[in-house]
Every structure is written in C-alpha cells, then in structure tokens.
C-alpha cells in the first residue's frame, strides 16, 4: 500500500540544518502534502534560498514564525490550521535556536532572557499553539502506536544541553545561557512526552551533532547533508518505545 502523504511544519527553515531538512524532505521517497517552511522573515534576503526552492515546489508554504513572537505563532498555526483542514498536522521540527557562547561571568540578564525566548519558551508556545493540528494529525492517521508520520514534535537539542557532559566540554565551549536553555527544552519535552501520550502524539529530541553552519562554524565535524540525512533516518525509525528519548543524528543516546 502506498504511504500516506503527510503535513509537516519546520522552524527557522530559511538556512543551516532548516534549510537542508526542507531540502532533503523534499527529496526522499515519503510524500510530503504540505511543508510549512518557517522563518522568521519570509520576504528577507536570509530567505532568499528558501524563496527559489519553494518556486520549484508547490507544496513548499513559507510562513512566518518568530519563536519570540506568540502572534506569529498563533497566526501561523491559523494558516496551518485552514490548510491541513480534518488531515491535521503530523510532524512538527522544533529546529530554530540561538546559541550564546558566553561564560558565567559573560552572561548578562538579556542575554539569558534571548536564549530562553528562542531554545525553550518558543518550544512551549510552539507545542501548545500547534497541538490541535497534531491531535487531528493522530486521530487521522488510523494507525495504531507513535511515528513522525502519525502526529511528532522533534525538537533539535544540543549535547550541551546535557548535564553529564558539563566537565568534559565546558572548558573548550562554556555558553551557559544555551546550555541552561537546552535542558530546559530537554525537561521540557519529557513533560509534553508524559503529558501527551493518550493522544498518541511522540515527542522527541535530537542532537544533530557539530555541524558546519553559521552555528556551529568552520570548525564543526560534520556538513548539514550529513547530519540531516541521519537525523531523518532516525525520525523515521521512532516508534512509542522512543517518545521522550534524547537521540543523536545516528540514533544513539545521548545521557541526559
Ligand atoms: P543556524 O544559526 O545556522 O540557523 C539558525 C536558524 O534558526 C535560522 O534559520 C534562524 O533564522 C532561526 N532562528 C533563530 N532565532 C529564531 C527565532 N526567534 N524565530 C525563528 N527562527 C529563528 O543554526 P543551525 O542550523 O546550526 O541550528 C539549528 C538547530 O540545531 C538549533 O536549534 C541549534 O541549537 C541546533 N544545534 C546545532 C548544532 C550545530 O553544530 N550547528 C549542534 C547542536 C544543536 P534567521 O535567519 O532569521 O536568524
């Protein structure tokens, strides 16, 4: 039987591994209804990649989403709503951030304050602003158990949002503020997992490993085709045996 096509959302979908997860979703074998492709500036110069490849394909919607900006999150779940219609939303990628490199005693209020509104806040309102979709999204896929075809929210983590590897990276990469604001995103994922599991919706967080982006920098380990192609691979692979777990780009756990 052929797959059901499904609708997927992604956030800060206009560059680094955003724009590589349009790109690749666009291309594999599972069909794709609707990819509501979020960015913050839809007419922007930062969008411009996004622009040319939604020309190529009409089913490619660019939205906008400022995960700091609630109206735009409800405005957009709107549209969502009006185009999914009684299909629903069925996988949602949490992939926005915003990493601050400072140390403890470089970390200011602001600082603090930006890193929670992107990593973790943004999340919350995301989750809470989109669910409705997701439970039609459940509810239509007549299917039994979790999978990121059924209803998901993948929320992309960091390794540095880990409290087991604190000693053995802090020196080289301190970003207290996006460490704090990770875990929180982590803790918050594991609620909404617990919380959301009798509407069969999976929540999971993946860690896309270091990546070459304006994020991670030159100095990065991997290229975004590599660390999207993983993390696909194993967005596909999750089952509910997996909702709540913390995975990196290969499917391995990551300690918490
Ligand atoms: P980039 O800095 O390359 O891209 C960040 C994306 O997030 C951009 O599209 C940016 O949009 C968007 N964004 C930032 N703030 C907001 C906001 N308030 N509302 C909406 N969109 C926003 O980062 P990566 O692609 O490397 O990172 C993607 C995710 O992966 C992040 O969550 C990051 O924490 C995580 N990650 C990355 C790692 C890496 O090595 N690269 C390692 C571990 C985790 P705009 O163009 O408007 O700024």
Redesign the pocket.
């Known amino acids: 039987m052929a797959a059901r096509p499904v609708n997927v959302l992604i956030?800060?979908?206009?560059?680094?591994?955003?724009l590589e997860m349009v790109k690749q979703i666009l291309e594999a074998q599972r069909p794709v209804k609707n990819l509501f492709a979020c960015?913050?500036?839809p007419d922007g110069p930062?969008a411009e990649a996004l622009r040319t490849l939604a020309k190529k394909h009409p089913n490619i919607s660019i939205n906008r989403?400022?995960?700091?900006d609630l109206s735009s999150i409800k405005e957009c779940s709107q549209k969502v709503g009006t185009l999914v219609g009684s299909e629903g939303l069925n996988l949602l990628i949490n992939?926005?951030?915003?990493?601050s490199k400072s140390t403890l005693e470089e970390t200011t209020p602001e600082d603090m304050q930006n890193s929670f509104n992107?990593?973790l806040l943004?999340p919350l309102n995301i989750i809470k602003e989109f669910l409705p979709h997701l439970r039609v999204g459940a509810k239509a896929s007549k299917t039994p158990g979790m999978s990121t075809r059924k209803a998901a929210v993948i929320s992309?983590?960091?390794?540095?949002g880990s409290m087991q590897v604190v000693k053995e990276s802090y020196s080289y990469f301190p970003a207290v503020s996006y460490r704090i604001s990770?875990a929180g995103l982590n803790m918050l994922t594991l609620c909404a997992a617990e919380e959301l599991k009798k509407d069969e919706i999976l929540f999971a967080l993946l860690?896309?490993?270091?990546?070459r982006?304006?994020?991670?920098g030159e100095e990065?380990e991997i290229d975004p085709p590599e660390s999207v192609q993983g993390m696909l691979r194993v967005m596909a692979s999750l089952t509910e045996k997996q909702n709540g777990a913390f995975l990196d780009y290969k499917g391995q756990p990551i300690p918490w």
């Open positions: 956030t800060g979908a206009n560059r680094g591994l955003g960015c913050r500036d930062r989403l400022d995960a700091t992939n926005a951030g915003l990493l992107t990593n943004g992309i983590s960091s390794i540095l990770k860690h896309p490993g270091w990546v982006t304006d994020m991670g990065g």
